[in-house]
């Protein structure tokens, strides 16, 4: 398939019982979109509901995002068919919170282990979206990691209705029909799906923050939920407090609404946030000057491979640096950093905005054109260099140091490449190396020796 109606295909970005989604290039203004196709996987589902009815189902998805515009739900540009089979045009997004928690293709995997602070940023925008969505009378019904999108300003956009249901009404109702994902879905929605509400998405967000924090999918012991403190020491009672209710089995034993988990989840953080600085350790500068790097840093671009990427870089099963340099950086001026560890100068507030690979390239032209902070020699960072700046995302990096980097951001281009399409990044916020479609976006930070 090279093309679905006005726009070219440019690959494929996922699959679902229902649709398959593609990346594709829209026309005149070249601009990348996410094309999701109604395309059913299974021809008995097809059979059991017919196409009319799956077809008038999907455009209703459209209706249903469209009609809803907040900074926390994904935008439907478009909405057409192409030889009688409907497709929806969505913002796309390069990044997920699948990709962010490392969650793989076998679910039960161990994922990353996100910072408190950063955690709590998403899902409290995730809440924001659910707090809309339910006062329009939609409940959502399968939140989970790859439904919830990162926008290039760290902005979670819920994406993925085909399972909504709108102001009560039961449009898929087949007998035996598992509404949700596994591991996600509310107890309810497994017991009948039609009597979930509200809360049954408040739970499924539960689940994710649980993973979040703690790096797992819910864990019982005779029958009880195993605390996140548990597996996160930097977690307070209050922590466990609050994720124990958001995951009640009984509706109404949990929060009762998104507006009321919002609001007790900012309380624990603050709370949390307080104790954090009150309990900060002493950090000693002088200390540091002692650190060494053994081996000269790779500066050339090259290939990597995906199945040498961690051997290369010393990264551990979930591509993090088994072993993070502590050390903080000397700031010569607002704009510039200089790495004692390495001998490298860094640009300490990145591009201040997101580019594609290529065009990330140009703008490093641009920067030794101008000469910027007096310096003609700046170039994209090797993965080797990126690894060096990541730094162990704790309580004590981000509520004690001072942070090295403008905190504004996120994903840093690499001058590594993995494959024709993909280049390598580096995740300076949860300090992982990662890999990302070249159309994709991130900030530049220049290095110069």
Not at 27 to 50: H, M, N, Q, Y
Not at 149 to 169: A, H, P, Q
Not at 220 to 235: K, T
Not at 243 to 256: G, S, V
Request: glycine share 6%.
């Amino acid at each position: 398939m090279n093309s679905v109606g006005r726009y070219e295909i440019c690959g494929r970005l996922g699959r679902g019982g229902m649709s398959a989604v593609y990346k594709a290039r829209a026309p005149v203004t070249g601009r990348i979109v996410a094309l999701k196709i109604l395309k059913p996987r299974d021809e008995i589902f097809e059979d059991l509901v017919g196409w009319e009815k799956l077809r008038e189902l999907f455009i209703e998805e459209a209706k249903i995002m469209g009609n809803l515009s907040h900074d926390h739900i994904a935008k439907v540009i478009d909405c057409d068919s192409h030889e009688d089979v409907p497709f929806i045009v969505l913002e796309y997004f390069s990044h997920s919170i699948g990709e962010f928690i490392g969650e793989a293709y076998n679910v039960e995997q161990q994922t990353r282990k996100i910072s408190i602070t950063r955690t709590f940023m998403y899902i409290r925008q995730a809440l924001k979206g659910l707090e809309r969505l339910h006062f329009a009378g939609v409940i959502h019904r399968d939140i989970k990691p790859y439904n919830m999108m990162i926008t290039n300003d760290d902005r979670v956009k819920l994406i993925d209705f085909g399972l909504s249901r709108v102001r009560g009404e039961e449009t898929l109702a087949i007998p035996g029909m598992q509404v949700g994902s596994p591991y996600y879905a509310a107890p309810e929605q497994g017991a009948d799906p039609t009597q979930a509400d509200g809360r049954a998405d408040l739970f499924s967000l539960g689940v994710l923050m649980y993973r979040m924090l703690t790096g797992r999918l819910l864990e019982h012991s005779q029958g009880e939920l195993l605390a996140a403190s548990d597996y996160n020491q930097e977690l307070t009672p209050q922590w466990d407090s609050f994720l124990l209710k958001a995951l009640k089995k009984r509706p109404e034993q949990r929060f009762a609404n998104a507006l009321e988990m919002r609001t007790a989840l900012e309380e624990v953080f603050n709370r949390w946030q307080k104790q954090s600085a009150d309990n900060c350790p002493v950090h000693h500068p002088a200390e540091q000057r002692h650190l060494r790097v053994t081996e000269p840093l790779r500066a050339e671009p090259q290939r990597v491979m995906y199945r040498d990427i961690r051997d290369h870089l010393g990264l551990d099963e979930l591509f993090r640096p088994r072993a993070f340099n502590q050390h903080q950086m000397e700031v010569v001026t607002g704009h510039l950093l200089y790495d004692p560890l390495t001998k490298l100068y860094w640009q300490r507030c990145g591009s201040g905005f997101t580019l594609g690979w290529e065009q990330a390239k140009d703008y490093i032209k641009l920067l030794n054109d101008e000469s910027f902070q007096d310096k003609s020699t700046w170039r994209l960072p090797t993965t080797a260099e990126l690894a060096t700046i990541l730094r162990s995302p704790s309580m004590v990096r981000d509520v004690c140091l001072d942070p090295n980097f403008d905190p504004t951001l996120h994903w840093l281009w690499s001058s590594d490449h993995c494959t024709k399409k993909q280049a390598w990044m580096a995740d300076i916020v949860e300090s992982y190396i990662g890999r990302l479609d070249i159309e994709g976006t991130a900030s530049v930070c220049a290095v110069s020796s």
